[in-house]
């Protein structure tokens, strides 16, 4: 075997996941998904239907990524971080049809407890703190935290925030 999947987590059809990455406890991962190489996806991980996730990229524990999310290499997602795919949902209309894009560049890290709303690009090596309602994209190596998130400052590309 050349990744570990814990014995609890779902696998649906056709999802593709790389060499050496680990999928621990409870998580679920849906059909046309595909994971990179020496990935971690913590436990209870959500992971929808064609998202796409690079390689190296690190998502912690109770995060969801819905249809429409698409993370490239190197980036980690904290714990309990949710992507929306839809601006104004109602339960009793179906919307499928107006998911919008999310992309997650390179080297991104995005804190604990973010809400990442839909149709936006966080750019490489770009922060979103902890707690963050992000609605606006991000350019690469800006910081942006609070709600709603604004922009902050800029960091370098290990994270440290230049003043």
Wanted: hydrophobic share 40%; with cysteine; proline share 2%.
């Amino acid at each position: 075997m050349d990744h570990y999947i814990h014995e609890t987590t779902i696998i649906d059809e056709n999802v593709e996941i790389g060499k050496g990455t680990k999928i621990w406890h409870f998580s679920h991962i849906l059909e046309n998904a595909s994971i990179g190489k020496n990935c971690i996806i913590g436990q209870n991980v959500f992971i929808g239907k064609n998202v796409k996730i690079g390689n190296g990229v690190k998502i912690q524990n109770n995060a969801c990524l819905f249809d429409g999310v698409e993370i490239k290499d190197d980036v980690f997602i904290g714990p309990s971080v949710v992507f929306t795919n839809i601006l104004n949902p109602r339960a009793f209309i179906d919307k499928k049809s107006e998911f919008l894009k999310t992309l997650v560049e390179e080297g991104a890290t995005i804190g604990a407890n973010c809400t990442i709303i839909c149709g936006h690009t966080i750019g490489k090596f770009a922060f979103v703190g902890a707690g963050s309602v992000l609605t606006k994209p991000v350019k690469d190596f800006e910081l942006w935290f609070g709600n709603p998130a604004q922009k902050r400052g800029m960091v370098n590309h290990s994270g440290d925030i230049l003043k």
